[in-house]
């Protein structure tokens, strides 16, 4: 069989696979958890069966514990967090007047101090007034939440409101436990499935992958479960309103390279300035908070967990998220970084053939042959 004919073929296996995907929709999701929950704890299955335990114990163990700790995450933490995101968002409109009347006033200050003769030149001396800003923050305000409730939109289209939580409740860690009980056995059957005369660069690249998923879900996540409390207990432990709130959230965001460390740096810096003015203190102390946290997460944690050679850019993981999810809604966010990680281990094998063709090196591939 030619090149071009089995290219073609996994094409076309491909495509049929993503579009059986999004034809079953919000049916696939909690399979999807399960195996992403199977996946993530499989290491931890082997460790213990390396220490004696069989393989259906340990894996009814790792399930029981990671059970009873969302139990309790739900039945403790649920209801404080809940509590704080309803008053949050209460007062989320307080915070943004007193945050406009501050820039205007210090604004007005500062442009006083300032001598205003090449300001004026500019056109930049007259003073800020409460409607400009106002009207700044309003279309900066309109824009993000136009932003989130496109995003609900999309997740509620994709079946994740469809899709009942009781469904998933229950769904998941069963496939989760099918998923770590026949993992060897599932990974030896795929691997008498794949082509004979393709089978060594084929395991070379499920590697490849398995070490880029490997690294980044499996060493992101205590990387978001550092942050998480990092932020939290600092943040509260300085006396910030909302600070485990606002910790909890930039650690689940922080799933995505450096977008849960600029969550907690605005929201952090927003409320305390606003908490705290005018002394300046737990601002500082919030801006120390976040820095440390940032500091130790990109040269302890993140080399030490995650590792350098995972290859998936954080711009890359972001589009991969927004298609994924556009695309096939909530079991699309779930799938986005292993096909992320998937393709990035594909590309980088396509780019080193396409380097040591001749359709790369031209004429130099003539002068290489013997």
């Given at each position: 069989m030619s090149l071009e004919r089995q290219i073609l073929i996994w094409a076309a296996t491909l495509a049929a696979a993503g579009y059986l995907l999004h034809a079953l929709g919000s049916a696939v999701t909690p399979f999807a958890a399960g195996f992403a929950l199977g996946y993530l704890l499989d290491p931890v299955v082997t460790r213990l069966e390396r220490l004696g335990l069989g393989r259906l114990a340990a894996s009814l163990t790792i399930l029981a514990a990671f059970a009873i700790a969302a139990m309790l995450f739900l039945v403790l933490l649920a209801p404080i967090l809940s509590n704080q995101l309803i008053v949050f968002i209460q007062n989320l409109p307080d915070y943004a007047m007193r945050l406009q009347a501050l820039a205007v006033d210090q604004g007005n200050a500062i442009l006083r101090r300032v001598n205003s003769g090449w300001l004026n030149?500019?056109?930049?001396?007259?003073?800020?007034t409460a409607e400009q800003v106002q009207k700044s923050v309003g279309d900066?305000?309109?824009?993000?939440?136009?932003?989130?409730?496109?995003?609900?939109?999309?997740?509620?289209?994709?079946?994740?409101?469809?899709?009942?939580?009781?469904?998933?409740l229950v769904v998941t860690p069963v496939v989760a436990?099918?998923?770590?009980?026949?993992?060897?056995?599932?990974?030896?059957t795929i691997d008498g499935w794949l082509p004979l005369d393709h089978r060594d660069r084929l395991r070379v690249l499920a590697r490849d992958i398995d070490h880029a998923l490997?690294?980044?879900?499996?060493?992101?996540?205590?990387v978001c479960l550092f942050l998480g409390l990092w932020y939290g207990i600092g943040l509260t432990l300085i006396g910030l309103d909302?600070?485990?709130?606002?910790?909890?959230?930039?650690?689940?965001?922080?799933?995505?390279?450096?977008v849960g460390s600029l969550t907690a740096l605005v929201l952090s810096?927003?409320?305390?300035?606003?908490?705290?003015?005018?002394?300046?203190?737990?601002?500082f102390f919030a801006l120390g908070v976040v820095g440390v946290g940032q500091f130790l997460e990109g040269n302890v944690v993140s080399p030490k967990l995650v590792g350098g050679s995972i290859g998936l850019h954080p711009v890359w993981l972001m589009?991969?998220?927004?298609?994924?999810g556009e695309l096939f809604g909530f079991t699309g966010l779930l799938i986005a970084v292993p096909a992320a990680a998937t393709l990035g281990v594909l590309a980088r094998h396509l780019i080193a053939l396409y380097r040591k063709s001749p359709l790369y090196l031209g004429a130099a591939s003539e002068r290489i042959e013997p």
């Open positions: 030149s500019l056109g930049l001396g007259a003073s800020l900066f305000v309109s824009q993000g939440a136009r932003w989130l409730l496109d995003a609900a939109r999309s997740l509620a289209s994709g079946g994740a409101a469809v899709f009942s939580f009781f469904s998933l436990f099918y998923m770590l009980v026949d993992w060897n056995k599932m990974i030896a490997a690294g980044f879900i499996r060493g992101q996540s205590l909302f600070g485990f709130l606002i910790g909890l959230i930039a650690g689940v965001l922080s799933f995505i390279p450096y810096l927003g409320v305390a300035l606003v908490q705290g003015w005018p002394s300046m203190t737990l601002f589009f991969a998220l927004f298609a994924f």
